[in-house]
């Protein structure tokens, strides 16, 4: 997990996340839905945000990923 929001509204977090696969975010979302229904989407880009996101935010991202 990168970042989580408590949010307002029918769902009450936001989550951030980076997975290795498909299959690595439905065995997460399994798990979730142990508490409750989840909802999920994935984000294809960030046109607006791209520019600003710095390249070790995402290094250490991945690395975290290594077993």
Same mark, same amino acid.
């Given at each position: 997990?990168?970042?989580?929001?408590?949010?307002?509204?029918?769902?009450?977090?936001?989550?951030?996340?980076?997975?290795?696969?498909?299959?690595?975010?439905?065995?997460?979302?399994? &798990?979730?839905?142990?508490?409750?229904?989840?909802? &999920? &989407?994935?984000?294809?880009?960030?046109?607006?945000?791209?520019?600003?996101?710095?390249?070790?935010? /995402?290094? /250490?991202?991945?690395?975290?990923?290594?077993?």
């Amino acid at each position: 997990m990168l970042q989580c929001w408590n949010i307002t509204g029918d769902n009450n977090f936001v989550m951030a996340t980076v997975f290795q696969s498909v299959k690595d975010l439905q065995s997460f979302l399994v &798990s979730l839905g142990e508490y409750g229904q989840t909802f &999920s &989407s994935i984000v294809l880009d960030m046109p607006y945000r791209k520019h600003l996101q710095e390249p070790w935010r /995402r290094q /250490r991202a991945l690395k975290e990923l290594k077993p």
